[in-house]
């Protein structure tokens, strides 16, 4: 068994001007382990997981107390538990056979195939305004997330035999035997608001009161 991560990072910043500022980011994560929950060793397989993270912001002065700050940003992550590349005769698919007196499960995890992906597109906006004793702070954070998916068990088929005489027989499984017809894809897609309004105000030297109202809208899947 073996875990590995390959990893990237890029980070570059531009002075436009004394009142422009960019910034851009970019991170790579890739990871790969194996899926050694089947009893047999001829069905491990890869599990192959990505990350992607990218953001551009920039901050602008319009004045010297009005500053306002962009940012752009889109992740990636994706999980993936496949299984063989080889069928059980005579099916599409290898199944889970068990056989109870000999104790062990023919077969690929039981768990496979499956995956799961994230794509996260963000836009943030941020408004700084400074004026007297006040810094009033106007901001909002609007994602919009589609999230395929497809999980559904026993999609290969489960066959429990009581023994091993029963399978090779070729009667049916005397103890269990079920297949799902179908493995259809779920859109885990939302839409996802954060809202704010803030004023740090200095009422002395000493004392500064922190005043603000927030909203957050969380779209049903």
């Given at each position: 068994n073996f875990f590995k991560q390959n990893h990237a990072v890029i980070n570059l910043d531009y002075n436009q001007s004394t009142a422009t500022q960019h910034h851009f980011r970019f991170t790579m994560t890739n990871g790969a382990d194996i899926d050694n929950l089947s009893d047999l060793p001829q069905f491990y397989v890869p599990i192959p997981s990505k990350q992607r993270l990218f953001s551009y912001t920039m901050i602008h002065n319009f004045s010297a107390n009005l500053i306002d700050e962009n940012r752009l940003a889109f992740r990636r992550s994706s999980q993936n538990f496949p299984v063989v590349g080889f069928n059980f005769p005579g099916l599409n698919v290898f199944p889970n056979i068990t056989l109870d007196d000999l104790g062990v499960n023919i077969g690929p995890d039981p768990n496979a195939p499956q995956f799961g992906?994230?794509?996260?597109?963000?836009?943030?906006n941020n408004l700084?305004?400074?004026r007297g004793n006040h810094s009033f702070k106007f901001g909002g954070d609007f994602r919009n997330i589609i999230s395929p998916q497809s999980f559904s068990q026993r999609?290969?088929?489960?066959?429990e035999y009581l023994n091993l005489e029963t399978f090779l027989r070729d009667l049916?499984?005397?103890a269990f035997g079920e297949r799902n017809a179908g493995n259809n894809i779920y859109y885990g897609n939302q839409h996802v608001l954060?809202?704010?309004?803030q004023d740090d105000w200095r009422i002395r030297p000493n004392l500064t009161l922190n005043l603000?109202?927030?909203?957050?809208y969380q779209q049903v899947p």
């Open positions: 992906i994230e794509n996260n597109y963000q836009w943030v700084t305004y400074l999609v290969r088929g489960d066959y049916s499984p005397d954060y809202a704010f309004v603000g109202v927030s909203y957050s």
